[in-house]
């Protein structure tokens, strides 16, 4: 197997979004301490756990707190039930989740998600996701917490669901970050018009990939994160091998060459709107 290639430069990194929880990486032996090593080494001082189920979200929230300042990266964690999973969203689940967001703070929990639709896989059938994905906004507006989008095959009813809390005034002045953006030009701006944060992954660096960077060179600025999602989507130079945290990198280079900037102005500016949209320091 080829050995991957870290980032080795000045700059500071924040990974917005990674599951480095996920059992892929028991697959190459590699446990929490390597990657904070690794993320360290790599310039990622700050890195948020999205969660996907009641499960993950457990388990997001303990490694946040167990592991925080581990190599002196800073961690953080989301709670949520993705689409995939809507079909186990129970009213204890929603109880289990207030839990979480009435002490929020304590537990250094930033952000409720990954919530949405995806129609791609269709692994909980769409009316369940729909109405999962819009109790949880409903979570969302009452805990003023930001949301991690995940829409995938599904941006009209996904904006459908968006445009109706924004006409009743129930999505925050920053409802969250639309994660790993794989929507048209036109959707984004929509998007980026009710508040929202984007989020750039490995596909902005996929060659055959048009879309994508389009949607970058449009976006403003004041609304761009970068993420791995590791374990999955990992960027060029690294493609086919499991992602981590310390490529998120890579989305910055490519990213400052779509934008004209150095990657060292790519990666300031991108940790301080991560900050900004987590309510960090």
Request: charged residues 25%; contains cysteine.
């Amino acid at each position: 197997m080829r050995e991957p290639v870290y980032y080795s430069g000045s700059a500071q990194f924040f990974d917005t979004h990674a599951h480095i929880y996920d059992r892929r990486f028991e697959t190459c032996n590699t446990n929490t301490e390597d990657i904070l090593q690794r993320c360290r080494a790599s310039g990622v001082t700050s890195v948020l756990i999205p969660a996907d189920s009641e499960e993950t979200s457990r388990i997001a929230v303990e490694m946040a707190n167990k592991y925080d300042g581990c190599e002196g990266v800073t961690l953080y964690a989301s709670v949520g039930v993705h689409p995939h999973e809507a079909k186990t969203y129970t009213d204890d689940t929603e109880k289990y989740l207030r839990s979480c967001l009435e002490s929020r703070k304590e537990q250094k929990i930033r952000a409720l998600g990954e919530i949405g639709l995806d129609y791609y896989y269709d692994l909980s059938e769409r009316s369940v996701q729909r109405d999962v994905f819009a109790r949880q906004l409903e979570l969302a507006y009452e805990y003023d917490i930001p949301i991690i989008l995940h829409e995938r095959d599904a941006t009209g009813d996904c904006l459908d669901i968006l445009r109706r809390f924004y006409r009743e005034g129930r999505l925050r002045g920053v409802p969250g970050v639309c994660h790993c953006c794989s929507c048209s030009l036109e959707a984004s701006q929509e998007l980026i018009k009710m508040g929202f944060y984007i989020g750039f992954d490995g596909p902005l660096t996929f060659k055959n990939n048009k879309k994508t960077p389009e949607v970058a060179l449009n976006t403003p600025w004041d609304r761009i994160v970068i993420e791995t999602d590791s374990p999955y989507l990992t960027p060029e130079p690294n493609r086919g091998l499991i992602n981590e945290p310390c490529h998120v990198a890579f989305v910055c280079a490519r990213l400052a060459e779509i934008k004209g900037v150095t990657i060292d102005e790519a990666a300031q500016i991108t940790y301080d709107n991560g900050k900004k949209l987590y309510g960090v320091n």
